[in-house]
């Protein structure tokens, strides 16, 4: 069974920093590009960030693009999103998950950017 638990995230000050992580387990990490993903309330879930299996390519959403650095441990089944800069729009749950969406999806981690 494939399960992803997310954790890191909190109430943090504009400008501010935070860095979420991913456990993922069940289904083989090491072969899976992994990305991040967010929804804001109201609004749709989307694409934050994505690393491919060894970490060697990245993409980002042009919203973060020089703020968030995606991250991968796969000795630890472990994708990272470290997040500098925040600022209110930022605010979300956020979700790790393969880049197409394959598995369901966790219970996600809050951020709140708020002063």
């Known amino acids: 069974q494939v399960q992803f638990v997310e954790s890191g995230g909190g109430l943090v000050q504009p400008g501010g920093s935070l860095r979420l992580s991913c456990v993922a387990s069940g289904f083989i990490f090491r072969s899976s590009s992994m990305s991040w993903f967010r929804q804001a309330p109201g609004k749709e879930r989307e694409l934050v960030a994505a690393i491919s299996t060894i970490g060697g390519s990245t993409n980002y959403a042009d919203s973060v693009k020089g703020r968030f650095t995606i991250s991968r441990d796969n000795s630890k089944n472990t994708v990272f999103l470290q997040m500098n800069s925040l600022q209110p729009e930022d605010t979300a749950v956020y979700y790790c998950?393969?880049?197409?969406?394959?598995?369901?999806w966790g219970q996600g981690t809050q951020v709140t950017v708020s002063s």
């Open positions: 998950n393969t880049p197409g969406q394959n598995f369901d």
